[in-house]
Each structure stands twice: as structure tokens, then as C-alpha cells.
């Protein structure tokens, strides 16, 4: 079994455009070698702060964020805490994102954000 964290910034429970700017945070564990999701959390989004979601969101154990938008210093900073990043992920329920994600079905289209 390969299990992986993914994380999803959410707004009202569905994707939030702008990853810095989301309500909370949906963690989601799943397996990789069957496709499927095995236990998903809440965490409500600590303060906007420049390079703080990187280093909380590793705290969390996340190894992947998928988000609407997301600028490429960011995008940086992720990677360089062993975070990939899926960017231009549509605005759908996190269980759909990470559904469609794990069966190669996730559709990106362009990065909503450049800074």
C-alpha cells in the first residue's frame, strides 16, 4: 500500500481559487496503489502569512497540494518542503478533486494566479 496526503484549500467545501485565501484545508489520505480514499480531515487555515502554509502543511504530513492558483514563489516554497503541486484544479468538492486525481481523470486547466 502506498499512502499519500493530499491537501485541498477550500472555501463553503468546494476548491478555493486562491490556495492563500481558503477557509480550511481538507487533508485526504489515500492509497496510490488502489486509487481510493481512505480518511479525510478538516483544518481550518491558520493566518495568511508569506511561507507559512509550506511549513504547516508539512507539519500535516501533506505530500501533495492541488489548488486553483497558486504563484510560482509559492510554488517554490512547497517543493522545497517536499510538497508537489498540482495548479488550475477546478472548483469541485475535494473528494471529486482527489477522486479524479487518483484516476488520472483531473483536468487543470490555467494557473489562476501569477504572483
Known sequence: MQL????VPTVDGY?????????AFVIVDVDKDERKILK??????PPHEPGLLPRWLAEKGADLIIAGGMGAR???LFNQRGI????GAPSE???KIVG?????????????CDH
Open 4 to 7: 499519500m496526503r493530499i491537501a
Open 15 to 23: 476548491l478555493c481559487p486562491h490556495f492563500g485565501h481558503c477557509g
Open 40 to 45: 479525510t480531515e478538516i483544518h481550518e487555515a
Open 74 to 76: 509559492a510554488q517554490d
Open 84 to 87: 508537489g503541486v498540482v495548479v
Open 93 to 95: 468538492t475535494p473528494e
Open 100 to 112: 479524479d486525481y487518483l484516476q488520472g481523470a483531473l483536468f487543470c486547466g490555467q494557473n489562476l
